[in-house]
């Protein structure tokens, strides 16, 4: 996937199921502490890391390979988002959360769509 990327595809990965099956787990692999404001632990043993963080140190690894054999330079941009009770959430946009939890109360983005785009998440951080 990352090494397809590199050659100029898009890429999504897509966690789908039940609530409480470990889908955010997969996606990160962190752990979290505290209550009132829970915090990301990031595990030092990279054998722990979720799929997010292991595509990315893949991918900037790739590129500092293919930079030093080509030269070539490379322009990468990000989303994270969630759909969460049918609402889309923006997870790079900290005005989302209030103390580390999504904002009940939040509307969300609005899906849309147009010709030259096709279906895409209004205002969604990248």
């Known amino acids: 996937l990352v090494e397809s990327v590199c050659h100029g595809y898009n890429a999504t990965v897509f966690a789908y199921g039940q609530t409480g099956s470990g889908k955010t787990h997969t996606m990160e692999g962190f752990d979290y502490v505290g209550d009132s404001r829970p915090r990301a632990v990031i595990p030092s043993d990279n054998s722990r890391w979720g799929v997010a963080p292991r595509a990315i140190f893949h991918l900037f690894d790739t590129i500092r390979d293919?930079?030093?054999?080509?030269?070539?330079?490379?322009?990468?941009?990000?989303?994270?988002?969630?759909?969460?009770?049918?609402?889309?959430?923006?997870?790079?946009?900290?005005?989302?959360?209030?103390?580390?939890k999504i904002q009940q109360?939040?509307?969300?983005?609005?899906?849309?769509?147009?010709?030259?785009?096709?279906?895409?998440?209004?205002n969604l951080f990248s």
């Not at 293919?66 to 759909?83: A, I, K, P, W, Y």
């Not at 899906?111 to 096709?118: F, I, K, Q, T």
């Open 66 to 100: 293919f930079h030093m054999r080509t030269s070539d330079t490379f322009v990468v941009r990000v989303s994270f988002l969630q759909v969460y009770n049918e609402k889309i959430f923006d997870l790079l946009n900290p005005s989302h959360f209030q103390l580390g």
């Open 105 to 122: 109360n939040d509307r969300g983005l609005r899906l849309r769509w147009d010709a030259r785009r096709g279906f895409f998440a209004e």
